[in-house]
């Protein structure tokens, strides 16, 4: 894909790394712009979005036409593995560790708390964009991210401090509100050719949802509703791929349900489960009663 005419290899590298995410529409008769991104998005105000990923803009722009390949811009969604770090993965995924926060942030996380293992995270598509006369981030943070005071996002990208850029300046756009319609989706597996989306975000959505409601697990072990408890813990562990914390929370309020309940066996297995996703817990006499440091060494 050109993105800018006479920019060179340099940017050409830049957008084969970046373009992971985004999938390829064929421009069908009498599909605008505004439909395509109807269609895929949802949201027909994406056009600009889609003009500006496909250098359809620079120049005086120019106009779609039937056959036409267009890539669409989409987020990548990855699985998180052993000993990840938003660095490393920022490193990864946008080409530099010191992005970090920005990818922390989008997965609604902070930079120096690792994610969990296991857990699925939102990579965002990076946009490159050439500044146009009198051009300044705030206008691009209006246009893209449809915020103004956003600016300081696609600043800090940059390691930029000025508002305005010089014509012809090449800008990166972290865009994560990019939410396909079920039609998008479709096309975007369809097209999904290299593995580049493990489950188009549908286990990043359910593995938050879990998350929510793990404090309601919590609050029924301390209140006592033990069958409770029980009942909703293996409720969410049949949820899917949960990560790594979201298990060890649940088998260890598990354990403590069951324990409570004079269920040996069914607390064995749940602290078996629960030293598998935190093997370094211990079962420090001060914090843990008897009870539960017997069921955890029954046999079962």
Known sequence: MLRVLGLGVGLFSLATARDAGAFVHV????ESLADIATKLYGDASKEGLLASAN???VQGGSAIVPGMHLQIPACDYRRVGEHATWPNLAREYLGSDERADALARVNDAVAWVAPSPGQEIRVPYVLTYIAAEGDTTTAIARRFLGEANRAWEIESYNGKKEWKLLRGEVVLVPISNLDLTDAGRAEASHDDVRGRRES??????QQ???AQEIPALLADV??????????RGNRLLGQGEL?????ASIDRALVEAYVALDAAGPAAIACDDWHKQEPTATLDPIYVSPKIRDACRAPH
């Not at 421009?27 to 009498?30: A, I, S």
Request: a positive charge; glycine letters at 10%; aromatic letters at 4%.
């Open 243 to 247: 990560d790594a914390r979201a298990r």
């Open 55 to 57: 250098a359809l803009d």
């Open 222 to 231: 301390r209140a006592g509703r033990y069958v409770d408890a029980v009942a």
């Open 208 to 210: 938050k949802k879990v």
């Open 200 to 205: 188009g975000g549908q286990t990043m959505a």
């Open 27 to 30: 421009v069908r008769p009498k």
